[in-house]
């Protein structure tokens, strides 16, 4: 079977260093490998609609903002197809399609949309939108037959979920799609990054985030303000790494090289880990090493998305071509869907001779 992959991001805001890590970094390596026969990267205004119904602005202002991250990151569109969801009509009547695969208390039950639900006080009124969001995730991930999907580890409830459709889906009607494989980061941090302020996970409805775009004085101020050990007041009292944010984002980003060239008092990370333990390591240190660390990497995307920035005609033809080609696939795979369900009436001439037939004396 071919290697196909479909994933994509929210245009609720720029990307962050969570998003980096946990997908596009990967994507940049799996799309580079030449191992795959066709890689989609989605937009996905609509889904971003499903929260933000009353706030389409946002998502058209970010539309540009993503797309001109994708392509500062490395995503290439010789090898890469990057299109915007809302364009594909396709993805709509499949999830409808899907819908009758779906119980409620199997979306109730769903991990991922439990605590969204949640940090978005939906409580009392969730909208049905917000609700189905995984069955169009389901749509958008089989319309491509995408075999792998890398995401962060959030993610995952959501490829459990599509599996189950497409599962339900074969069994139902016949073998049609494919079940694809989540691909999580194999870095334990990268999986969920948390935020600068140490909460769980790095996100833009957070307000605590990195952004790929941020200026050098930006990034700075946010590492000089990020969330320690509070108890290690003191640069002689023993410090803790456990939560210890700078130290995770280390984790996610440093090599033995960079102590070399940023930090030669020390041979790797885990040798910085145990002085600060033992006592005696200031936390400003730590943050240096880290600006550092993370601007040889922001660097480059930064002075990329600067280019870019002064081309904004190609990138929107970059979408338009991505959007051609996502078209493509997902007409061929609805029409097999709407065969599969036998509601395909006018191009099915066998059954069109069967209607002539049954009423022909
Ligand atoms: P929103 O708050 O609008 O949901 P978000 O910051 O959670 O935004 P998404 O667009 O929902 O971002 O996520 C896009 C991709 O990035 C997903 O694959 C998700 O798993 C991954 N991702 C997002 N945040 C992180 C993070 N902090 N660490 C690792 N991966 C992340
Ligand atoms: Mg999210």
Known sequence: MSKIILTGDRPTGKLHLGHYVGSLRRRVELQNSGEYEKIFIMIADAQALTDNFDNPGKIRENIIEV???????????????????SEINELTELSFYYMNLVTVSRLQRNPTVKSEIQLRNFETSIPVGFFCYP??????????KATVVPVGVDQLPMIEQTREIVNKFNSTYGEVLVEPQA????????????????????????????????????????????YTDPNHLKVTDPGSIEGNTVFTYLDAFCKDEHFEKYCPDYKNLDEMKDHYQ??????????????????????????????????IPYVLEVLKKGTQAAHVEATKTLNEVRAAMKINYFDDQALIESWEKKFQG
Do not use: H
């Not at 797309?67 to 969801?85: H, R, V």
């Open 67 to 85: 797309a001109l991250d994708y392509l500062s990151a490395g995503l290439d569109p010789e090898k890469t197809n990057i299109f915007i969801q």
């Open 135 to 144: 069955i169009s995730q389901a749509a958008d991930i089989t319309a491509f």
């Open 183 to 226: 691909l999580i980061p194999e870095n334990a941090v990268c999986c969920r990054l948390p935020g600068t302020d140490g909460k769980a996970k790095m996100s833009k409805s957070l307000g605590n985030c990195i952004y790929l775009s941020d200026t050098p004085e930006d990034v700075k101020k946010k590492v000089m303000s990020m």
């Open 278 to 311: 033992r006592g005696g390591l200031g936390d400003v240190k730590v943050k240096k090493l880290l600006i550092n660390v993370l601007e040889e990497e922001l660097a480059p995307i930064r002075a990329r998305r600067a280019e870019l920035e002064q081309n």
